[in-house]
């Protein structure tokens, strides 16, 4: 299958996402920078580079990271907290126990793609015969009246599309990342959700703010009370997932599908 990425990272609006995930990039001596790495965003890494610095750090990488890895060299942003050089991410394997979470050197990322992007480049393909293809083609004409925020396939949607590597099976869930630099009415979640049912699609929706990140589901399940709230700090309980976290409330136990892996750890978390 033909990756998405020779569509979408060539296009001369590569870096147009709103303000606050945008993807700017500085050309350095040394490498590159970006302003802004935000939860499900695909890096293309240098895989020498990547796992040079990972296995200096930790020799306790799985044996599998490095072939996975010169196979193909794409990881995802993770939640954390992006250091002066390096990017927490995760890499996936072959098998869905095949969970590694890392972070990457700066100057080992080549390209970048969001889910957005993604969604872009889906229009001049064709995947018809795709299952899931099919499902998230349904989603995007049932959402066309959904423009308040930019949104794209994550998971392993998102993989297979930036990758051209086939991982979804008809049995996955259509995983979708919904990207709200501004307030998300609980009107408008419902409606989303409901255009879901009505296609009979089996959705897993995460809304991404500059704060946090949480379920679409729960969100509009709820009435203004508190709900879980995936933070770069820790998941917490909150009521306004705009607000920046308070780190005296975080520390909840809680899954958040590889983003909030501990690094050097392998974990049996999806993707």
Request: hydrophobic share 40%; aromatic share 8%.
């Amino acid at each position: 299958m033909e990756p998405l990425t020779k569509i979408v990272v060539n296009c001369p609006d590569l870096y147009r996402d709103r303000r606050y995930r945008a993807a700017r990039v500085s050309s350095l001596a040394g490498g590159m920078e970006w302003s802004r790495f935000v939860p499900h965003y695909l890096l293309k890494v240098d895989s020498v580079d990547f796992v040079r610095s990972n296995f200096d750090r930790d020799p306790g990488v799985p044996a599998w990271v490095l072939p996975e890895l010169q196979k193909t060299p794409v990881v995802v942003v993770r939640r954390g907290t992006v250091e002066q050089d390096r990017v927490p991410v995760g890499i996936r394997g072959l098998e869905r126990s095949q969970r590694w979470a890392a972070y990457s050197p700066i100057d080992a990322i080549q390209q970048v793609v969001t889910p957005p992007q993604l969604l872009e480049g889906l229009s001049g393909t064709s995947y018809s015969e795709m299952s899931a293809i099919r499902r998230l083609r349904d989603l995007l004409a049932a959402w066309r009246w959904f423009t308040r925020s930019d949104w794209g396939p994550g998971g392993s949607l998102g993989f297979e599309l930036a990758t051209g590597r086939r991982v979804t099976t008809t049995r996955s869930d259509l995983d979708i990342i919904i990207y709200a630099d501004r307030y998300l009415p609980r009107s408008d979640a419902q409606k989303l959700l409901a255009s879901a049912a009505a296609l009979n699609l089996a959705l897993d929706a995460r809304v991404e703010t500059p704060a946090c990140g949480f379920s679409l589901l729960e969100y509009a399940a709820s009435s203004g009370g508190p709900i879980l709230l995936r933070t770069s700090i820790g998941p917490m309980l909150g009521n306004d997932p705009w607000q920046p976290p308070n780190s005296l409330e975080a520390g909840l136990d809680t899954n958040d599908k590889f983003l909030s892996g501990t690094p050097g750890r392998s974990t049996s978390l999806s993707f």
